[in-house]
């Protein structure tokens, strides 16, 4: 299994980004996906979550507005647009999928989003 995220970089505040997270190796529509995000000193937190059939999507509340989350199961990708980004959304940006019947979890490495001025 392989989940590869890819995206990050520097970034002005006010700025947009979409990350996009790779997966290979599993049935993509069975799992669930998650984007997460962690700063140094600070405990990884959930950021989004769409549901494996692409039907349901939640958004944290300290980035909804702002962020959207979205999954294309033909290419087997999810994405996260991320926009109007502010210093405090430096972080390095992770990506997982679970699966909905095994709840085996598979994460990627992560990218790192740094927004600067």
């Known amino acids: 299994v392989s989940v590869v995220e890819s995206g990050g970089g520097l970034v002005e505040p006010g700025g947009s980004v979409t990350l996009s997270c790779k997966c290979s190796?599993?049935?993509?529509?069975?799992?669930?996906a998650r984007w997460h995000r962690q700063t140094p000193g600070k405990e990884r937190e959930l950021v989004a979550f769409?549901?494996?059939?692409?039907?349901?999507?939640r958004i944290v509340d300290s980035v909804k507005g702002r962020f959207t989350i979205s999954r294309d199961n033909d290419r087997d990708l999810v994405s996260l647009e991320r926009n109007s980004l502010k210093p405090e959304d430096t972080a390095v940006y992770y990506c997982s999928v679970q699966g909905m019947s095994s709840h085996k979890e598979y994460w990627g490495r992560g990218t790192q989003v740094t927004v600067y001025s």
């Open positions: 769409i549901t494996g059939d692409g039907n349901n999507a």
């Open positions: 190796g599993v049935p993509f529509d069975e799992y669930h």
